[in-house]
T-cell receptor, first 111, second 108 residues
Framework: DGGITQSPKYLFRKEGQNVTLSCEQNLNHDAMYWYRQDPGQGLRLIYYSQIVNDFQKGDIAEGYSVSREKKESFPLTVTSAQKNPTAFYLC??????????FGPGTRLTVL | GQSLEQPSEVTAVEGAIVQINCTYQTSGFYGLSWYQQHDGGAPTFLSYNGLDGLEETGRFSSFLSRSDSYGYLLLQELQMKDSASYFCAVGSNYQLIWGAGTKLIIKP
């Protein structure tokens, strides 16, 4: 079955640690996105990539980094520079802007 | 700046019809999309309007007026499983700009 997988489902981080969230898709989509969602809020764009080896910052990129070495994979690293990282992180992919497919998400909690 | 406005919460009765409005102000426009998100889950695509008018998909319909920068999602024959948050999103500059979401509460 085609789709997007994210791992882990839950992640706990100590202050000062970097953590990497995985996102893999087998939909053959060129574009991939990372969003952050806080409780009761909408989605805010962290980074997006339209093609392999290229990516752009979204509205809240500070404290995050990404790579796009393969079409299928778009991992997100939450660095220690991100002061308030506790949130629900969603990865998405699309063929065109009008329809994005989402993974199940990763809940990150800072201890 | 870019913004989308939608009501924070709407309450309706099972079996009824409900409309969720969305107004937008964005620097570019490549269609208005609607997504559904159940508590704890990921958003799922519901509908898309690239041109003015009404699009119908089963119990759900979506409308767009580009001249008014306005759209709405219409849900008919409400079922308890429709209890969720609904987000409008506008395509602009290779990304989606998202509204804050409307929580739909359905009473039996």
């Amino acid at each position: 079955d085609g789709g997007i997988t994210q791992s882990p489902k839950y992640l706990f981080r100590k202050e000062g640690q970097n953590v990497t969230l995985s996102c893999e898709q087998n939909l053959n989509h060129d574009a991939m996105y990372w969003y952050r969602q806080d409780p009761g809020q909408g989605l805010r764009l962290i980074y997006y990539s339209q093609i392999v080896n290229d990516f752009q910052k979204g509205d809240i990129a500070e404290g995050y980094s990404v790579s796009r070495e393969k079409k299928e994979s778009f991992p997100l690293t939450v660095t220690s520079a991100q002061k308030n990282p506790t949130a629900f992180y969603l990865c998405a992919s699309s063929v065109a802007q009008k329809k994005q497919f989402f993974g199940p998400g990763t809940r990150l909690t800072v201890l | 700046g870019q913004s989308l406005e939608q009501p924070s919460e709407v309450t309706a009765v099972e079996g009824a019809i409900v409309q969720i409005n969305c107004t937008y102000q964005t620097s570019g426009f490549y269609g208005l999309s609607w997504y559904q998100q159940h508590d704890g889950g990921a958003p799922t695509f519901l509908s898309y309007n690239g041109l003015d008018g009404l699009e119908e998909t089963g119990r759900f319909s979506s409308f767009l007026s580009r001249s008014d920068s306005y759209g709405y999602l219409l849900l008919q024959e409400l079922q308890m499983k429709d209890s969720a948050s609904y987000f409008c999103a506008v395509g602009s500059n290779y990304q989606l700009i998202w509204g804050a979401g409307t929580k739909l509460i359905i009473k039996p």
